[in-house]
């Protein structure tokens, strides 16, 4: 009954959000364009299940995205679970002692990232317009490389209690440094794809993990050091899309390179 109570109040919670998007088309259409609405039965009831699927998802999130992510957390953090995977040999547990917590960390990016609907849909997109120069697969497995090394050494950075701010700098600084390197072609993509992939499925996940971690380290704050991680997230595909359009670069001038010489020899 719990449950279903909660369910009802956030579904009204987010149709009071989407309330306003209503009235603003609605308004727009009536005395901007000052036409009837074109198919408002059909725009309603999408509406509608906008709401319910909405709210069902911040049900679920609520009931079981941030509780995984806690436990996931609180698991790997656990004191007797770590004396088994010790790496230092005597005195207290340092950095490198979670190293389970970075793995899974950078798993739990990467595999978000590849189920992630936006990705999928620019990847597709991006293949399309390029004329096939860019992969779908290709951008999104250096997407998900990037989200989840992102991931990894944002946990890292709780663990450490390392400002964030240090990471964010030197990490812009490496992408002002590729973009003056990589192809134009996919700058703008490589910005973009940092927006794409901190959605639905990633940042619920990856907030849950690090407030869950930050709650679990003794001597770290869930404010101040559990988030930050969606940050890393968004900055480091941008480093690793404009790497992999680097790499292609490369690739096409060694083939090219070699299809010269093959011609030289054969001459």
Same mark, same amino acid.
């Given at each position: 009954?719990? +449950?279903?109570?909660?369910?009802?109040?956030?579904?009204?919670?987010?149709?009071?959000?989407?309330? %306003?998007?209503?009235?603003?088309?609605?308004?727009?259409?009536?005395?901007?364009?000052?036409?009837?609405? %074109?198919?408002?039965?059909?725009?309603?009831?999408?509406?509608?299940?906008?709401? #319910?699927?909405?709210?069902?998802? +911040?049900? @679920?999130?609520?009931?079981?995205?941030?509780?995984?992510?806690?436990?996931?957390?609180?698991?790997?953090?656990?004191?007797?679970?770590?004396?088994?995977?010790?790496?230092?040999?005597?005195?207290?547990? @340092?950095?490198?002692?979670?190293?389970?917590?970075?793995?899974?960390?950078?798993?739990?990016?990467?595999?978000?990232?590849?189920? !992630?609907?936006?990705?999928?849909?620019?990847?597709?997109?991006?293949?399309?317009?390029?004329?096939?120069?860019?992969?779908?697969?290709?951008l999104r *497995?250096?997407?998900? #490389?990037?989200?989840?090394?992102?991931v990894g050494?944002?946990?890292?950075?709780?663990?450490?209690?390392?400002?964030?701010?240090?990471?964010?700098?030197?990490?812009?600084?490496? *992408?002002?440094?590729?973009?003056?390197?990589? %192809?134009?072609?996919?700058?703008?993509?490589a910005y973009?794809?940092?927006?794409?992939?901190?959605?639905?499925?990633?940042?619920?996940?990856?907030?849950?993990?690090?407030?869950?971690?930050?709650?679990? *380290?003794? @001597?770290?704050?869930?404010? +101040?050091?559990?988030?930050?991680?969606?940050?890393?997230?968004?900055?480091?595909?941008?480093?690793?899309?404009?790497?992999?359009?680097?790499?292609?670069?490369?690739?096409?001038?060694?083939?090219?390179?070699?299809?010269?010489?093959? !011609?030289? +020899? !054969? !001459?």
């Amino acid at each position: 009954m719990d +449950l279903i109570l909660g369910s009802l109040e956030f579904v009204a919670n987010s149709a009071l959000d989407v309330l %306003p998007i209503v009235i603003f088309l609605f308004a727009f259409q009536l005395l901007v364009i000052r036409g009837p609405m %074109p198919n408002a039965r059909q725009i309603l009831v999408g509406f509608l299940f906008v709401v #319910i699927g909405l709210g069902l998802f +911040l049900v @679920g999130l609520e009931e079981t995205l941030f509780p995984l992510g806690r436990l996931m957390a609180q698991q790997l953090t656990d004191p007797t679970f770590l004396e088994t995977m010790r790496v230092t040999v005597t005195g207290a547990l @340092g950095w490198q002692d979670f190293y389970w917590v970075y793995l899974f960390a950078a798993a739990i990016g990467f595999s978000t990232t590849m189920a !992630e609907p936006a990705l999928m849909a620019v990847s597709m997109k991006a293949n399309t317009v390029s004329g096939g120069a860019i992969g779908v697969w290709g951008l999104r *497995v250096a997407v998900a #490389i990037g989200v989840g090394f992102g991931v990894g050494l944002g946990c890292y950075r709780i663990i450490t209690g390392l400002p964030l701010h240090y990471f964010m700098a030197v990490g812009y600084l490496a *992408v002002i440094v590729q973009t003056t390197m990589a %192809p134009k072609m996919i700058v703008p993509l490589a910005y973009d794809s940092g927006g794409v992939t901190t959605s639905t499925v990633t940042v619920p996940l990856i907030t849950a993990l690090g407030l869950g971690l930050a709650e679990a *380290v003794p @001597g770290r704050s869930p404010l +101040l050091d559990g988030f930050g991680l969606v940050a890393f997230a968004s900055l480091f595909p941008i480093i690793s899309v404009l790497a992999y359009g680097q790499l292609a670069v490369l690739r096409h001038k060694v083939g090219e390179s070699a299809k010269e010489e093959q !011609e030289l +020899l !054969e !001459e």
